[in-house]
Each structure stands twice: as C-alpha cells, then as structure tokens.
C-alpha cells in the first residue's frame, strides 16, 4: 500500500497515533452505526485511529491511591484524539477529498427512545472493521499492543480507499484471551453480563463474539455512578451511591422494566447526573480549545486537595459551558469503566489490575463532601450513614428539568434510515445466528 492511504496512515502517526488502520467501502456492512454517511453524506471510507491510556493512572485509579489522574488522562486523550482526528481530516481534504472527524463519544443518533444512545458512528465496530482490533468479552474491542485500555478515534471520507487486511479472526480474542480471563464480567458491579453465554455482531458477514448481555441499564447504572459496590461486596468503584435493592441481589433480563424504571429516579435522586453526563459530552463530543484543556490540567495536576481541583474544576466546567454544573459537588465525573480499564495487553497484566481493584477498598462519603477510602464493607455502611449528603428538593427538581430538556433536544427524535437500516441488521443477524447454530447441530 503506497497510495493515499499510506499518505494518510504517515500523516496520523506523525501525529502521535500507535496504531491506524483503513476500511473501505466493502468493509463497512454492519448495523447503522457502522455507517458513515450518518457523520458525513457520502461517505464511503474510514481511517480508525487507537491511542493507549495512561497505564500507571489506571493503576492508581483501580488501587483507590489517586483518581485524579485517570480524570486528567481521560479529559486529555478524549480531546487530544478528536484534535488529531480533526486534523487528519483537513489532511485528507488537502489531498482533494471531503471528509469530517467524528467526535470522541457521547455523540448518538436521534431515536423515539432519547436514552437509546445509539453511536452516530461505533469507533469499536469501526476499529474492527479497518482490522487493527477485535471484540473482547465486555464489547470493548482489544488490540494487540494494549488490550481494552485504549482511546478510540475515526475518521470518515468520501476517498474510495483500500482497505487493510483484518490482523484478527472474529473469535481470536475470545478464544485465546478471554475464555481464559473474563476478569471484565467479574468489575461489572451491576452484573450487565452474563458470565459464559456469548452473543454476536454482525460485520461484513461474520458473526463477532461478546458476552452476553443481561440488560444495557444494568451498564448505565454503573457507568452513571448510581451503584457502586461490587456483587460480593468486596470493593467499589469511585461512586460513592449503592442501590439498596442490588446489594445482594442484582436484577435479571426479565426485570428489564423495573431495572429501567429503578435507574431512571436513582438517576433523579442523585441530584447530578445531569450535569456529570454534561461534563463528560462536552469533553468527549465538543471540539474545545487546546490550550485551554492543557492550562485547565496544568492546574489540576499541581493542586494539593480534592477541595482545590473541584473548584478548578467548576470553573474549568463554566468555561465549557455545562449545563447544570451548578448541581455537581464534587470531582469524581468518571466513577466507572472497569471493564475497560481492567483489560491489559496480557492475561497477567489483566489478573493484576484486577487484584488492585479487589484491594483497592471501598469509597464512602466523608465530612465536607469529600471521599474516604475504607476497608471493609462494615465501614463503608457507617460512613454512608454518617456522611451520606442529602439532596436539596430544588436540586432534584432542577436536575429533572434539565435532563428532559437536555437528552431529548440532543438524542430525541424519528430518524428513518436508522430505523429501517436497524431492522434490516436484526433480520440479517438472526438468520446468521440461526444459521450458524443449525450448523453445529448438523455437526453435533
């Protein structure tokens, strides 16, 4: 390959990109969020982009020493990578095509229902598709160099480009890693997957294995900070709220209603989720100024209190312009994202980050709306009950507010050509089930 795409696989690691990969026109066959032309009319080709996290702040950020470099990174790379992507773009464009970045996260398409959160376009399936990565057990996709713990960024043009050839098989990650892993399912507080039953994607007309999953609010629960502490009450993530009902019980697929319904007033009742979910989009979905992002770290890595960054942080937040973010009293934006952050390059690497989560203690409400870290499960109860804050009722009634205005004026809404697109996939990856299940039964 010496054409225009290695022009432009050159020009992203120049950049600073570890690994880029290209997908064309005949590589693109999957469900709508795998098509381009939702991010750009006339689309036909991809240019996948991965960056690693910082690994020593995942160790810090799972072993409960530190959160704030895990923040610092996350607010960095999300902005770095679509920065770079923004970049390529214009790169591409110089070379006499069109094409557009799409954004880091957060950025999904219109539905009926405004909570669907449907990627405009998957930056995992994408990965997969340009053949740089493949689908692990949690639905994150695993590359070679770094496992799950990686950035993840696309660009999307109307070049017909040549697409590389896939490093992986559908199931080489699930058969050579994670059948002998699966510590992803095990960081799951909320229990989203099941533990051995697989489920699949369609791609270009494979069938990519996953684990099963129980319910995706399960994952909004966690991912939302809603409830914390892990199914045998040995740890928690950075989310200091439990949700009574789950602590020794977790809700199955059939309680898909009233997992859904538990969520959403969990969701009211926190008082900030709004705002918390308005810092991360703008972060991950909003094109911010460089040098603004890198004064803002600059700060917050040289303060010496959790008090002090917070208040860089609302400022940092008003300056970004998000919404509510009068409502949020503390740091900890991110809370979750085990899943990833405990898939290493390698099956070891895995067991030990997993051994620092399981050891990394319990996170409990403390005096002046900071955060201790405890123990045990005892103390983490006693501090909930001497610390917990109580939510002012005008709080609640303002984050309800916003949240109605906010997710529905962005996700809400009858687009066509996903709907018909999603049902054509689902047909499509049924009969590929079906059929590949009617397989082993003639083989059996």
């Known amino acids: 390959m010496s054409g225009i795409e290695q022009k432009i696989k050159d020009f992203a690691k120049e950049q600073g990109v570890a690994v880029v990969g290209v997908a064309g026109p005949e590589r693109l066959d999957g469900p709508p969020s795998l098509d381009p032309t939702y991010t750009m009319k006339g689309a036909k080709s991809i240019v996948s982009l991965v960056m690693p996290m910082d690994t020593k702040a995942i160790y810090q950020f799972l072993g409960k020493q530190a959160y704030h470099p895990h923040l610092s990174d996350q607010t960095r790379m999300n902005q770095k990578l679509f920065h770079i992507a923004a970049r390529i773009a214009e790169y591409i464009r110089s070379l006499g095509h069109r094409a557009e970045p799409v954004p880091s996260n957060n950025y999904y398409r219109r539905s009926p229902d405004a909570f669907a959160t449907h990627p405009s376009f ?45 490093r992986f098989s559908p199931r080489h990650f699930i058969d050579e890693y994670c059948y002998k892993c699966r510590m992803c399912e095990k960081t799951c507080v909320a229990g989203m997957f099941e533990p051995k039953e697989e489920e699949y994607i369609l ?20 991912c939302f900070g809603l409830h914390s502490l892990s199914r045998d009450k040995k740890w928690t993530t950075w989310g200091t709220r439990w949700i009574e009902d789950w602590v020794d019980n977790t809700p199955g697929p059939k309680d898909w209603l009233k997992t859904r319904v538990r969520v959403l007033v969990e969701g009211v009742l926190a008082g900030d989720s709004t705002p918390r979910y308005s810092a991360i989009r703008q972060n991950a979905a909003i094109l911010q100024s460089e040098q603004v992002v890198e004064d803002h770290l600059a700060k917050a890595d040289a303060a010496k209190s959790e008090t002090e960054r917070f208040e860089l942080l609302h400022s940092y ?35 030990n980050r997993y051994s620092m989560l399981q050891e990394g203690g319990f996170v409990a409400p403390g005096p002046n709306n900071e ?18 804050r109580k939510i002012p009722l005008s709080d609640t009634i303002k984050d309800v507010a916003i949240s109605t205005v906010m997710w529905h004026a962005y996700y809400g809404g009858i687009e066509p050509k996903s709907i018909i697109g999603g049902a054509i996939y689902d047909r499509k990856l049924k009969k590929a089930v079906a059929e590949k299940v009617s397989g082993h039964r003639d083989t059996a």
Request: net charge negative; aromatic share 6%; glycine share 10%.
């Open 317 to 351: 937040n008003e300056n970004m312009k998000v919404v509510g973010r009068d409502l949020i009293k503390n740091e900890r934006i991110l809370t979750c994202g085990q899943c990833a952050l405990v898939c290493g390059p390698t099956i070891e690497e895995c067991a």
């Open 203 to 222: 791609l270009n007309g494979e069938l990519h294995p996953r684990g099963k999953r129980r319910d995706i609010w399960l994952c909004n629960a966690s």
């Open 122 to 166: 998957s930056h995992r399936f994408g990965a997969i598709a340009s053949g740089i990565a493949g689908q692990g057990w949690s639905g994150n996709v695993m590359t070679e160099e770094f496992g799950a713990s990686v950035y993840l960024g696309t660009v999307v043009t109307d070049a017909v480009l040549q697409s590389d050839k896939p």
């Open 371 to 388: 955060v201790t870290v405890v123990e045990s499960y005892e103390e983490a109860v006693k501090m909930r009950e001497k610390y917990s």
